[in-house]
C-alpha cells in the first residue's frame, strides 16, 4: 500500500486509491486501456514500464494498487478469475513432494483445483477443521508449505481464528492463505492479523453486480509480491482491462454495500431462527454460532451470506430453492440481487464423497441489498 493512502479511512481508500486523474484529459475515472502493446522510445524505452499488456496494463495497474491498500498489503496482483489466482499462488509457491494442509469446508473449485489438478502434479494435501487449531497444528508435517483458510467458509460459515493458525504456521515455517471472499477487505483484514496471502475471488462483493469475473491475490511481503508478479506474466491468466475497470467501479461502493448485505443478512437470520420449517442456521452473527466470538473479533460486522438446513431434507432443500422468485436461482454471490442456491447439487458437486461434502438439505443465501421486507416476505413463501 502507497503511503499516500496508508494513513486514509477505508471507504476513501476505496474510492482514491490506484484512480488518479488521468494527466492527459483530467478525467476522475481511470481509462480503459484497451491496448496490447506500447510504442517504445528507442528499444527498451518503455513509457511508465509499460510494453505488452499481458505484463502490465494501466488500467489493471490502478486496480491492483487499490486491491493492495484495501488489504493493507504491499503487492496486489489481478487475475482472470479467483481460480487462476489460486492456480498463479499454488504453483509459484509449491512443487512436486510438497504439501497442504486445506479446509474442510471450502469452495467446491478449490477443493477441485487440489484434488484434480495439483495432486496430479504431486503436491499431497490434508483436511483439517481449521476452527479447530490443534487440528491444524496436527495436520501440518515436515513436507507442509500452505496452510489455506476459508473464513468465513462456503458453504458452513465456520469462523477460523486467523491470529492463532498464524501462530501455527510461523512455528511451523509455513505460509497462511486466507480466502478473504465472503467476508471482503471491509469486514476483515487477514494480513494485519498474520496472514501472508489473501486470495479473493473478485467476482463476487469486490465487483459486487454480478457483471464481471476475477481474481486477486494480495500480500505484504514485496519480496512475495514480485515472484507472485514473475509467475502472473509467465503464466498469463491475468485480468483483462475492462474487467479490471469493472472491478474497480465496484469496488468504490464496497463498505456501502457491504453494511447493507450485513443489515439485511441479520433481519433475514432472525426470522429464520424461528422459522418451524428451519431445523439450523449458519451465521456467524448468531450468539450460538462456535465461531461467534472469533468473528465478532476479527470481522466489522458478519456479512451477507447466509446457510440453513430445512425439514424434509434434500428434496424439501431443493423445493425451497425453486419456489423462490425474488431470490435468484443461481450460482455465485456477492452481487446486489440475492440469490439461493442448494450447495450439494450447484457450487459444490464437486466434493461429494469426499471429507468437505455438505448437507444434502443445505440452502445457501447470497443476501442482496434489496428492501429487507420484499426478502422476507420471498422466504417465507419458499419455505411453505
Known sequence: MSDQHSHQSFETRAIHAGNTADPLTGAVVPPIYQVSTYKQDGVGGLRGGYEYSRSANPTRTALEENLA????????????????????????LLAPGDHVVIPNDAYGGTFRLFAKVVERWGVDFSVANTSDVDAVRAAVNDRTKLIWVETPSNPLLGITDIEAIAGVARQAGVKLVVDNTFASPYLQQPLALGADVVVHSLTKYMGGHSDVVGGALVTADEALGEELAYHQNAMGAVAGPFDSWIVLRGIKTLAVRMDRHSENAEKIVEMLTQHPKVTQVLYPGLPEHPGHEIAAKQMRSFGGMISFRVEGGEQAAVEVCNRAQLFTLGESLGGVESLIEHPGRMTHASVAGSALEVPADLVRLSVGIENVDDLLADLRQALG
Open 69 to 92: 491498500a484495501l488489504e493493507g498489503g504491499r503487492r496486489g496482483l489481478a487475475f482472470a478469475s479467483g481460480l487462476a489466482a489460486e492456480d498463479c499462488l499454488l504453483r509459484t
